[in-house]
């Protein structure tokens, strides 16, 4: 029987959690270890500086009170005791294309599967007016996983999974869109006078791309992206080694 690691960044309560738990089931024996909060937007931060707990909230289902990141490394180490044939994080609440994926919580969850060696996925469904329904993302999910679980991925690469509100039209392997970024904020008072700020989230505005993330979503069809932690610029390597740093006594 293979071993599914389930984790999220919305919580443990969150119900995209629960759906993808329960598509994976039918491919292994599926343990959660998700956040007690919400811990959307965090990116892979892990915590280093305090302790941190779990509890056991059911069979084979843990609350962590840290991040997703977290919730990888210790239940691999402590509850599963051992890598898992795979790692799944999500089903987000919105979608994370792009440039957004460094932001998201539910992506670094399965960044941090990839680099414990484990093959990882990502998956995340568009909001919509409507109250989410998961079923069509947790399907899509339990279809690249099984694909992961059956051909295996690259050593540090997984894949992130974007699904599209409504009924998809099918998969597209996809790049990551170039978002237009304008973050808006807001300037405020308190009741005291003073001021705060409200970061809002950006516009939804892409450079145009036929095989982005963004545009498969936007044409109704699952995005699957491969992804990597290496974020080395290659391009811009023999430019940087030109700029020498050092004087020319230090240089090799
Ligand atoms: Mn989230």
Same mark, same amino acid.
């Given at each position: ?12 309560? /969150? @119900? %995209? ?40 909230? /059911? ?15 210790? =239940? ?5 005791? #051992? ?5 799944? /994080? =999500?089903?987000?609440? #919105? ?30 469904? !568009? ?5 989410? !329904? ?11 996983? =099984? ?18 509100? %409504? ?47 963004? @545009?498969?979503?936007?044409? #109704? ?19 940087? !080694?030109?700029?020498?740093?050092? /004087?020319? #006594?230090?240089?090799?």
């Amino acid at each position: 029987m293979k071993r599914i690691l389930v984790t999220n960044d919305d919580g443990v309560l /969150s @119900q %995209g959690l629960t759906a993808l738990a329960q598509a994976l089931s039918r491919l292994g024996t599926v343990t959660i270890v998700a956040p007690t909060r919400e811990a959307s937007a965090i990116g892979h931060a892990l915590t280093l500086h305090h302790p941190v707990r779990f509890d056991r909230i /059911s069979e084979n289902v843990y609350a962590l009170d840290g991040t997703p990141t977290d919730c990888v490394n210790i =239940g691999i180490a402590t509850i599963l005791g #051992g890598l898992p044939d795979l790692v799944a /994080s =999500g089903i987000n609440k #919105g979608l994370n294309l792009g440039d957004d994926v460094t932001y998201s919580g539910t992506v670094a969850g399965a960044m941090e599967g990839a680099l414990l060696g484990v093959p990882s996925l990502a998956v995340s469904l !568009e909001r919509t007016k409507a109250p989410y !329904e998961f079923a069509d993302a947790a399907e899509a999910a339990a279809r690249v996983a =099984g694909a992961i679980l059956d051909r295996g991925l690259p050593a540090r690469t997984f894949l992130n999974v974007n699904v599209p509100g %409504g009924k998809p039209k099918g998969f597209r392997v996809t790049v990551q869109a170039r978002r237009n970024h304008v973050t808006t904020v807001s300037a405020l008072q308190d009741p005291r006078g003073r001021p705060y700020y409200w970061i809002g989230e950006a516009e939804d505005s892409y450079y145009p791309h036929d095989r982005s993330d963004y @545009q498969a979503v936007q044409d #109704g069809f699952v995005s699957v992206t491969p992804l990597q932690p290496d974020l080395t610029a290659h391009d811009a390597l023999k430019l940087v !080694e030109e700029m020498r740093f050092s /004087s020319d #006594g230090d240089r090799e």
